[in-house]
């Protein structure tokens, strides 16, 4: 008999082992159901309490028996273009400023293809990793690339996406990083910015796609690209993210350049609030962190990337602690050569144990200084709010129905599932998701896509790639 329209727009998540709302209460439940009416969450807790008629009248029914339930995990900082230079010889053992060099010239190759195809190879990663709302930050844009290009891809995959129009405008000749062909001028960015935001832009809850206002860095765009970009954000209402003090020579060119630390710079042209979300980080110092704090500005922590460049550890416990807001970022493939959220939330978690014993005089803090759960939260809630989210990241009716589901009956489990589920996720393998639901719609399920047909996705995706580092 088919389903009545009713039916058809529920969803029951019915009987997992393990669910964690990520709610202000830290309530979690054994053997718990979750309802889904449409997009939007209708009831979650334990299973012998389900509302009477919701499992026969349910249009979809996943049994979760053997499985973890958490909020859909949120990407605070991508570069997805990046997917297509993944381990490049000449940058893997470069730090940040040698290896943007590197990859410049490479880079100012890519077409709309290219963005598209790798936008949605990145997307397809995250989303099964049990991620669900990512941003991306695309700031080069040679050869007729849009950022419409990745709102496409997005839209084709099923992806919550913050698009992010980034930029470069300062090149070589007048003491930028980038070479001076992959600049690009200052009205048409503001410009271009302005349209995207006014054409793209929802700000209504449950929102597929918001779109901010990125300059990429403050060595690559004026001072006064980024006062104008503020004023232009803030005055359609959208929200603004560039990177900030990523490591030492980050700093020592703010220093020489501007006479002021990167917090100091970016607090002088307005790029401090509740609506700024700065990646990495990782040099930010105590007086930095006290105005992020004071001012309600995001972290995006990104500590695969900062491994992988050497860039330091990001003092993201001190972060915590003063209440700076930190979500998590997997950043650019080609700094990362991955894009698995839940394994970034598990190195956020170890890093920051081990970041603490190598300060001066020590540290006793150790296994303390992170638990799964400070880890899990970054990764949801910690990202909504970075994201200037209120129905994302948690597991509460009126919620997005945004969810993660993880088997734990398997290898990478054995033996820790069976004590901590929740915890599992974080000290065992980083599994991908069994099943990843976004806005309601199932868009992974038993561990594959639905949304698209990945063998000819990933084979167009290597012939790009190819194309782009060899011609």
């Known amino acids: 008999m088919p389903a009545t329209p009713s039916q058809a727009n529920t969803l029951l998540i019915h009987r997992a082992d393990a669910l964690a709302t990520l709610h ?18 209708a009831w979650v807790g334990r299973a012998a309490d389900l509302p009477a008629g919701a499992l026969a009248s349910a249009g979809d029914v996943i049994d979760a028996r053997g499985c973890v339930v958490v909020p859909g995990l949120i990407n605070t900082h991508h570069h997805m273009f990046q997917s297509l230079t993944r381990a490049v010889p000449a940058a893997q053992n470069a730090e940040l400023f040698g290896w943007l060099k590197a990859l410049y010239p490479i880079w100012a190759r890519l077409t709309p293809e290219m963005v598209n195809v790798s936008t949605q190879i990145a997307m397809a990663e995250l989303l ?6 990512s941003s991306d930050h695309l700031y080069i844009y040679p050869n007729g690339v849009r950022l419409d290009d990745s709102i496409e891809a997005a839209a084709r995959i099923g992806m919550r996406f913050h698009a992010t129009r980034g930029a470069m405008s300062v090149g070589e000749s007048a003491g930028g990083l980038p070479p001076d062909n992959l600049v690009e001028n200052e009205a048409a960015i503001l410009t271009d910015t302005q349209r995207l935001i006014e054409r793209y832009d929802d700000k209504g809850r449950y929102a597929m796609l918001r779109v901010a206002a990125a300059p990429c860095s403050p060595f690559s765009v004026s001072t006064s690209l980024m006062r104008e970009s503020a004023v232009l954000a803030r005055s359609l209402g959208a929200r603004m993210h560039t990177h900030l003090a990523e490591n030492d020579h980050d700093v020592a060119y703010s220093l020489e350049k501007f006479g002021m ?17 700065h990646a990495h980080c990782v040099k930010l110092d105590a007086h930095g962190i006290g105005r992020f704090a004071a001012t309600g500005t995001g972290v995006a922590h990104c500590p695969c990337s900062n491994m992988r460049l050497a860039s330091g550890i990001a003092p993201v416990r001190r972060m915590l602690d003063a209440g700076v807001a930190v979500g998590l970022g997997v950043d650019g493939s080609a700094s990362n050569d991955a894009a698995h959220l839940l394994n970034e939330a598990r190195q956020a978690m170890l890093l920051a144990r081990v970041g603490r014993s190598l300060e001066p005089f020590g540290c006793d803090a150790g296994p303390r200084e ?39 009956r398997t290898l990478g489990f054995a033996g820790g599932a069976v004590h901590d589920p929740i915890g599992a996720l974080m000290f065992c393998v980083s599994a991908n998701a069994a099943y990843t639901i976004v806005n309601g719609k199932v868009v992974v399920r038993n561990g594959q896509l639905t949304t698209v047909d990945l063998g000819p996705l990933i084979e167009r995706h290597n012939q790009l790639a190819v194309q782009l580092v060899n011609t």
């Open 128 to 133: 099964l990793s049990g991620c669900t709302t």
């Open 370 to 408: 992170m638990g799964a759960m400070d880890a899990l939260h970054m990764a949801t809630r910690g990202g909504a709010k970075v994201l200037g989210r209120s129905d994302i990241g948690m597991l509460a009716p009126g919620m997005a129905a945004d969810v993660a589901i993880y088997d734990t």
């Open 261 to 277: 630390t990167p917090a100091q710079y970016a607090e002088s042209l307005g790029w401090l609030g509740s609506d700024v979300w």
């Open 24 to 41: 202000d209460t830290g309530s979690q439940y054994k053997d718990a159901s979750l309802l889904i009416e449409g997009n939007a969450i």
